[in-house]
């Protein structure tokens, strides 16, 4: 049997070498039916890169766009592997997972189709976008750094470097959002901020303003919990969706009960000018009404109400959970609190009743 030379053989390995190390950024074949995340409309305005903003905190809850983007991963690869929050060791944060800034999402690198999800992830991450935005997905979303099957990316240096740390992380592809992303401040979350703010701006006040998250699209964190807006034209009016992530009791079919952590519908705001239209409405006018087989009750302001506002009830039935145990019943459930705000707008908040006649849960659209 004939040998290979030595020249030969050095240059079989560095063949070999130079294909592993590329691995992250040669997608294999199985990549092409992995899609992408979702991806908003952005601006011309993009978010400045995150620098190493080292975890300083010990916390015990995941922060809200560290949350987020674990579900965005979820959704788009039907993966539910992951490894977030940490507690300290000792009191003293050594990693963003204590803070609630990282995620572990649970791949193998020798398994084919985590390699393929793992990939294709990666490339939509640091992939230039279509305005010519160098690693605009990571920008939009406040990644600091990645570290996927011995190699690391940063968006201060972004590049794939050999990462020869005492875990090669061969198993996760390892997330560390900045303070920006992990808070739902960056443009990804808020997409109005690509369009609001100065592109030639880098750091813009408007990612931590106030703002009606009832009629603002996007996500936002306010007391101490997440809500997701999304609007649409409706007649002369804008109509917005509002959802919150909770923990709502469902049924079943079959009459079980369980908890279930997921978006649950919150609101629906409309927001148009007065008219003869809106004034006509039965639920403007206080009293009883009967408005499609069932009874609604509209009264005047009262308690934390503001002026010129009237709230509706419906006669309905809802399920409760108490003291460990969930029961339907039926009675007068608030449906809507509408006032005239200012610049004449009008707000709807509606829940969506339930049936009455066999108690089954009735739940808004999701976004």
């Known amino acids: 049997?004939?040998?290979a030379s030595p020249r030969r053989l050095r240059a079989a390995v560095v063949l070999v070498c130079l294909a592993l190390g590329a691995v992250v950024l040669t997608a294999p074949a199985q990549a092409a039916t992995v899609a992408d995340p979702v991806t908003p409309v952005f601006g011309a305005w993009v978010d400045p890169i995150a620098g190493y903003d080292p975890a300083n905190s010990c916390l015990t809850t995941l922060q809200p766009g560290t949350e987020l983007l674990k579900d965005l991963l979820a959704t788009t690869y039907g993966r539910t592997a992951f490894d977030t929050l940490r507690a300290c060791t000792g009191g003293v944060a050594t990693s963003e997972h204590n803070d609630g800034r990282?995620?572990?999402?649970?791949?193998?690198?020798?398994?084919?189709?985590?390699?393929?999800?793992?990939?294709?992830?990666?490339?939509?991450l640091t992939k230039?976008?279509?305005a010519g935005v160098p690693f605009a997905n990571a920008r939009r979303l406040g990644i600091m750094y990645v570290i996927w099957n011995r190699q690391m990316w940063q968006a201060v240096d972004p590049v794939w470097r050999p990462y020869t740390g005492p875990v090669p992380h061969i198993d996760h592809v390892h997330i560390s959002l900045s303070r920006a992303g992990a808070q739902l401040q960056t443009s990804f979350w808020k997409p109005y901020l690509?369009?609001?703010c100065d592109p030639l701006v880098a750091n813009c006040a408007l990612s931590q303003a106030a703002v009606d998250l009832f009629t603002m699209p996007g996500y936002h964190f306010a007391g101490g919990r997440i809500w997701h807006t999304w609007c649409e034209p409706f007649?002369?009016?804008?109509?917005?969706?509002t959802y919150i992530k909770a923990t709502v009791v469902v049924r079943s079919a079959a009459g079980v009960y369980s908890a279930v952590y997921g978006w649950a519908f919150n609101n629906i705001t409309y927001t148009d000018v007065e008219s003869p239209?809106?004034?006509?409405n039965p639920l403007a006018i206080p009293g009883a009404h009967l408005i499609g087989a069932r009874s609604?009750?509209?009264?005047?302001?009262?308690?934390?109400?503001?002026?010129?506002?009237?709230?509706?009830?419906?006669?309905t039935c809802s399920s409760r959970t108490r003291n460990g145990f969930s029961t339907d019943s039926s009675g007068w459930q608030l449906s809507r609190a509408d006032h005239s705000g200012p610049g004449s707008r009008r707000?709807?908040?509606w829940r969506p009743s339930t049936c009455p006649t066999n108690c089954s849960r009735s739940v808004g659209r999701r976004p």
């Open 235 to 241: 007649q002369t009016a804008t109509r917005c969706w």
């Open 194 to 196: 690509s369009t609001s």
């Open 1 to 3: 049997m004939r040998l």
């Open 296 to 315: 609604w009750s509209a009264g005047t302001p009262s308690g934390r109400m503001s002026s010129g506002a009237c709230r509706r009830r419906t006669a």
């Open 347 to 349: 707000r709807r908040c």
């Open 128 to 130: 230039t976008d279509a």
């Open 277 to 280: 239209a809106w004034d006509a």
């Open 102 to 124: 990282a995620i572990d999402f649970m791949l193998l690198a020798a398994n084919p189709a985590d390699m393929a999800v793992a990939t294709s992830f990666l490339t939509w």
